[in-house]
């Protein structure tokens, strides 16, 4: 496996990957002695976590959210009710306010949907959040894919897929004229013996669109960083080509560094396609990490965490639509064949796919579905290989997937976090600046981000 | 003057009442060398704020908002820009997750409009925020009165003022609904050896309206409040009657004890009207203390202040529409006659009003508007026999409007407090429990609040 120049020249970086939830991935872990996840509603498991996580030199935590239930529409949500799948949940923007201050270098990530708040008023928050912290902020972009979520924001049901990403890009556009457009370099003067602001660097933007009409000028005066750094996670054609586009960090799926390669090379031609560097863009794997003092341990601990696993939680946040008609899952042991599904069927055939020999069952499908997270086994010398590994493979970095809150990152900072430091595969300390600056060196979206246009526009 | 019972049974309530911006009430005074609100982007500066306010029993620290700029539609905001007149400012929301971890007791109030948020979304922001600070977390009401704040949010205009309070209603319903009816008492489990939470007591709400489709259900737990503590300013007869309706804290304006006590006489036979109590609503006045050892001191600083005064702010933030036609504000000596405006007249009419024996210019407006506000101006023991007055006259807390942060608190809670804690007039230690329980005793909402009615409604 031969590495590239790119890869080499940095170490991986690491996210926390956690939602302000009870089960977030790993469900039916927050049954576990040793888990606080049941705790999410208290801010100090919260700051635990983020303080932690900047004692290993972590570079940012990562809030994902929904804003609605998995399943069909009118569905039944017991199991996402019994499991803490994702419900109940809290906003996790409120919540990055309060660690902004607990923490001084961690990036604070957080994803908003389209659906949840008109782009004026996230634009504000956003630079608000960037102010509170000081250029930490980073947002993922969705567009929702929960039938729920859009019953509760007036929809009868969410629009197609690719309309849903033409929206998305004219959110973008609003925000990104207001963030990079609104405001001037020079307009705060903040001075004493004159003028607070300066009007003439302050700018409607006059936005008129399909789905939205946007006066401005912006309220916020500029934040550190502008534009907050940009995750996204598109994987459909629709999907990665707006990621090409958009975004300054992708996550990416695949289960194996190989496969990864590839979806990271397509997306990398993608961006290049629209004027965008091949560099431009890093690249995050979701990872769940499961150490021990020898592989025994670490096996046995692993063994210990497949108890634990729901295989209705994983079955219900596939969200395959797979239930009765009444909504409620179907038992265990019913045949594949005798189910119906609304949902999405070749994600379902790609899990029943592995099973030979036997008609596969409901069960089965669970359990593969909670396998189908990619785990990393073994000691943290081991660990530190197979890291190197995706490395090699041009990732750029990895979020770490708890299995237990706080303790799969204070396990991860104690005992893996050294190895890695040792071999240049995880940073020692921060780099200065915002955390866009820490990742890419660079304070603002680069010349070639569509957010760079708007620079000056509406002078 | 004679007091009622209610109003000698307990001491006074003071909020700070702050904005996430330069200038928020007294224009001008940014521009003092003891002034700090020019670090408004700063959070320190409102830790050191909300932190001195614990300091003295402060019931809460209250953040306003708007979403817009004052002035006519397509107006030129110079004076707004120049005096940083509540431009540019910062969501409150996201600052109140940070300053929630930096105290215990204080309760945290602000301002949403039903402009800017989706009440589902808003729903779970609010009760996300009440969870951070243990239930301290207060909510005003408004309903936006700027054209700008319209036309940011994609609307040519604002609605009329009655239809916006209807809309306002079922916004109210909405949350309500939320907060109140989707979760059982009982429906969070948290048990480890069984089911997170019981499906059986978390209801959809389904609601339907004119405005407002969402299903639900809410997706945060219930938080310790539920709803939060309730303010609501209007002045207007819809207003009050929306007031009288829902606030259990209602602003109240009104420049003398006598004529406060007359509108909280209304507003309470509103409230009775509706099937509420009496004393179901706590009445503020919002006050600016000048504060000197002496009395001739204290006049000294108010000639201070007045010298400080932006009398363009004060005209520009009384929103009369009074520009030219290319948005700029006249000069100074311009005629009133010879202006035109496209803004409130009876506001207008009633400032110009006190004008006798001469023709009221531009400027004679600016300096009648910066004195509008009620001061309280001498020694702590004059300011307290003058607190004493309002408290006889029904009113139930004060909103103290500060010249400059953090000096203002500050110097209330070092020299004023003492003086009005030795005569029962504020408290000296803060009530147990959230903030509702801390002003009135209870847990929730009362039975007669309209949010009550959604308890156990979609069982």
New interface residues.
Partial sequence: MTSSPHAQARPLRFNAFVM?T??HIQHGQ????D?RQ?EF???DLW?EVAQTLERGAFDALFLADV???YGPVGG???V?????LQ?????P??????L???TTHLGLAFTSSIL???P??FA??V???D??SRGRVAWNIVTSFQE?AA????LDRLGDHDSRYDQAAEYLDVVYKLWEGS?DDD??L?D????????DG?HRINHEGEH??????H???P?PQRTPFLFQAGSSPKGRQFAGTHAEAQFVGGSTPEQVRTIISDTRDVAVAQGRGPDDILFYVALSFIIGSTEEEAKRLEREYDEYASEEGFLAHANLGVAQDDGTPYPPDTLLRDITTNGNRSTLASVTHSIEGREPTVRDLGELSAKRHIRVVGTPDQIADQLHDWRAAGVDGVNVVNWVLPGSYTDFVDHVTPVLQDRGLQQREYAPGSLREKLTGSALTNERHPSAKYRGAFR
């Fill in positions: 302000n009870a089960s927050w049954r576990r002695p888990a049941h509603n208290d801010v700051i804003v609605g239930v039944n949500y017991t996402n009710a019994r499991e803490g419900l109940p949940n809290n906003d923007s409120v919540l990055l306010g309060a902004a201050t607990h949840q708040a008109h004026f008023e504000r928050r630079s608000t959040l102010h509170i729920s019953r509760n924001f007036g405001w307009a705060l903040r004493k013996a004159g003028a607070f602001s300066d009007v302050i939205y009409r946007v006066e401005g000028p309220l916020s005066s934040s």
